[in-house]
């Protein structure tokens, strides 16, 4: 990503953020959401850790600033679940993985998402593996050059900013969604909590849920909910009403 493994108007992105040098499962949680300073029709979504001497504001303004954005007004909802903006018109969605720099195997852990995302009843939404990949995902800041949109959905691993754990980009016009993995943070997989450690598969069906169209969800037991809590690799019947609701 521009130091490790770039975007075009109408950007969504989702990123999840921690704010020490070592992951703290029981630190606080918040959620904001923004609009491109450079392009309002970007839009963000962010999931940022507090870490213990930093302030929910604080947070939210560091987060905001890292993807050079602005808060935007939470859209009124009757529903736990909400959109981003993006709705695929071409399915499935494709998605690559780069394995380059991996903290861990991967792909496995991304693929393993495909089938909860595409079974949920009532809902026509279906992802599914391109394979793997040695671009670098081009929506995404972190990306050699300017973000632009190259048609490829590819996931892979980046030295990002520090406190950014993974981040999301999108775009609605052209559909492309593009996700970058932080190196910095201790990764396992399996589905199980270990120690400290963030698993991936947990982190990638987040993430993925973003790249269908879904925003943070305020259902506690959503996948959407905009916290790490803990490693869940299920969905909950929220993130599957905002899926059948979306498509």
Same mark, same amino acid.
């Given at each position: ?23 703290? /499962?029981?630190?606080?949680? =918040? ?9 309002? #029709? ?36 009757? @529903? ?16 690559? *993985? ?9 792909? $496995? ?12 009843? %009532?809902?026509?939404?279906? &992802?599914? #593996? ?8 081009? &929506? =995404? ?11 490829? +959905?590819?996931? %892979?691993?980046?030295?990002?900013? @520090?406190?950014?754990?993974? =981040? ?10 593009? /996700?970058?993995? +932080? ?14 450690? *963030? ?6 069906? !987040?993430? +993925?849920? !973003? =790249?269908?169209?879904?925003? !943070?969800? $305020?259902?506690? @037991? ?5 916290? *790490? ?17 979306? *498509?």
């Amino acid at each position: 990503m521009r130091k490790g493994i770039g975007a075009a108007a109408g950007a969504v992105v989702a990123t999840v953020l921690l704010c020490a040098a070592a992951p703290a /499962m029981a630190a606080k949680v =918040v959620a904001v959401d923004g609009v491109s300073k450079a392009d309002p #029709s970007r839009q963000v979504e962010i999931l940022v850790v507090v870490g213990k001497d930093e302030n929910a504001k604080a947070a939210k303004a560091r987060a905001l600033k890292a993807q050079g954005a602005k808060a935007k007004p939470t859209p009124p909802t009757s @529903n736990g679940y909400t959109f981003t903006g993006l709705r695929w018109d071409v399915l499935p969605v494709r998605q690559q *993985y780069n394995p380059a720099g991996q903290v861990t195997a991967g792909q $496995t852990a991304l693929t393993n998402t495909y089938p909860t995302w595409s079974g949920v009843t %009532g809902s026509t939404y279906r &992802i599914t #593996s391109g394979g793997t990949t040695s671009r670098c995902p081009s &929506i =995404v800041r972190e990306c050699p050059g300017a973000q632009r949109n190259d048609g490829f +959905n590819d996931v %892979g691993w980046a030295r990002l900013s @520090n406190g950014t754990l993974g =981040v999301t980009w999108s775009t609605n016009n052209p559909d492309e969604a593009d /996700m970058a993995i +932080n190196t910095r943070y201790a990764w396992t997989t399996g589905c199980t909590q270990q120690g400290s450690a *963030y698993d991936l598969q947990t982190v990638f069906l !987040h993430e +993925n849920g !973003h =790249v269908a169209g879904l925003g !943070h969800s $305020t259902d506690t @037991n959503a996948v959407m909910y905009p916290s *790490y809590q803990t490693a869940r690799c299920t969905l909950g019947q929220d993130d599957k009403n905002g899926l059948a609701a979306l *498509y």
